[in-house]
Every structure is written in C-alpha cells, then in structure tokens.
C-alpha cells in the first residue's frame, strides 16, 4: 500500500502533516552521501554520526527547523589544478543531510572527531504534573 493513500482515507482527519513528513523522510532515504549510523545510546538517547573526512568545523553547518535536522557540508574548490590522481575514491563534494525528529526531541551537541562528526539527540522524560481537581457541591 502506497503511503500517502493510507493518509488520503476520510476516517483519518488532519493528518496531512504526518503525510507531509513521511514523505519528506521517503525522499530524504534515497540520498547516500554522506554516509551515516543512527546508534541508539539507552534511554531514549540516539546519537547520529556521519562520515565527513576532510570537512572542517566552519565548513559544517547543523540546523533545526520545525522538527527538521539539517547537516550541511560545504566544500571550496577542494582539487586544484596541479593535483593529478590516479584514482579519486574519497568524495569531496557538499552535501545536504535531512532527519525528521520526534515530537520531544532535542539536540544535545555535536563533536567532530577524526572524520566522524557525532550528532547527540535525546527524549527528556517529560515532568509529570500531577493536577488537583476542586470538587463542588450542588448545595453550597
């Protein structure tokens, strides 16, 4: 079954937002540069690391916009003209990586580290509130 048809039936009302993020994940997926690892670190921490080797912290840039995480890598002219290869199997292009997060979700910090750049995202347990509820009495 197509994704975006589960959405479209009239039993499920105001869910043109999920459709819209499912989607975006859908496209999101195909992409494969850079390539990364989502490790789950216990108690609702996740942590995202991609490959970046030779990308610099300024020449990274990480956002998040309406429950989307954005990683940017941009890249100056990285050959130049007096580089000759023999075989180039290291990419040095920029890249835009996408992930949608959770409802609750928030980004704790990122790191740099020998090529691998770690994304740290957590799900802080909610604190509980406890209300009291007055009672009335029809008499008084």
Known sequence: MNRSILFDSPFLLGFEHTRGQIERAAKTAAESYPPY???DR???ALRITLAV???TPDSLQIT???RQLTVA???EDA???EDAFLH???ASRGFIRTFIL???MVVEGALLEHGLLHIDVARPEPARLVQRIPIRSAGA
């Open 53 to 55: 080797a030779g990308f």
């Open 88 to 90: 180039r199997g290291i």
């Open 102 to 104: 959770a409802d609750g």
């Open 42 to 44: 216990g108690e609702g």
């Open 73 to 75: 890598g941009k890249r």
């Open 64 to 66: 998040l916009e309406d």
């Open 37 to 39: 690892n989502v490790e």
């Open 79 to 81: 050959t130049r003209a």
